[in-house]
């Protein structure tokens, strides 16, 4: 079964500072897709970066990179230069990229980052 | 602008009292989903359409229909709404491209209680 795991209930960062978020994933799958979003008070869900299962560099995506390590099936979130707008839950999620798969997204707890000035 | 629209935000209402909460994307997308969010679970898909006509239970669809008649539309039904329904919801859409990994958009929330 795929599952992931986000052991992180809450953080807090100083603000500029840079900080990373842990998530832990399983599957059996040989392809997948691992996504992060950012959920802020206001409730909606914000597409952040994505990483796939075969891509040999890491994602980045401005102030965003994804720390992905296949072998130890994680896939962490860094923030540089926290914002007080980081502010938000953040959630880690996976999709199979099988053929028979429903394209259905697995999501975490969450982790809910806190920057302070 | 690319969206995809929920409506209501936000619905109070009591058991047994039929609700449809419509979810709407302007993107073309084959993919349409509903998640629901509780603290402490994350997101949990309820059901999910490939295209039109083509719907799927998801992890969690007891109490809960849908129907995909348009593309573009992707209503969720509670038709006797009890309690354990209260919590967040989340239509998402998405191109429907095999051995892709393209992100799914997700509407603003629909946020219901039941009493």
């Known amino acids: 079964a795929q599952k992931i795991t986000q052991t992180q209930p809450g953080m807090f960062v100083q603000e500029k500072e840079a900080v990373t978020l842990d998530c832990t994933y399983d599957?059996?799958?040989?392809?997948?897709?691992l996504f992060w979003y950012k959920q802020p008070s206001s409730g909606e869900m914000i597409f952040l970066i994505y990483q796939g299962s075969y891509d040999e560099q890491n994602a980045t995506e401005g102030r965003y990179s994804l720390n992905f390590q296949k072998a130890r099936k994680s896939a962490n979130l860094v923030i540089s230069a926290s914002q007080l707008g980081d502010s938000a839950m953040y959630f880690c999620?996976?999709?199979?990229?099988?053929?028979?798969?429903?394209?259905?997204?697995?999501f975490g707890s969450g982790t809910r980052l806190l920057v302070r000035p | 602008e690319a969206q995809v629209t929920q409506n209501p935000r936000y619905l109070i209402t009591v058991t047994g009292k039929k609700l449809t909460v419509t979810c709407s994307q302007n993107m073309n997308h084959e993919y349409m989903s509903w998640y629901r969010q509780d603290p402490g679970l994350g997101l949990r898909q309820i059901y999910y359409s490939m295209n039109v006509e083509v719907t799927d239970k998801g992890d969690v669809p007891e109490g809960y229909k849908v129907s995909r008649k348009e593309k573009r539309n992707f209503p969720l039904i509670l038709e006797s709404p009890s309690p354990n329904q209260t919590s967040l919801y989340f239509c998402a859409s998405a191109p429907y491209l095999r051995g892709s990994n393209q992100p799914q958009h997700f509407g603003d929330g629909t946020r219901l209680s039941i009493l």
């Open positions: 599957t059996s799958d040989q392809s997948y897709g």
């Open positions: 999620a996976m999709r199979s990229v099988r053929m028979d798969s429903s394209y259905k997204l697995i």
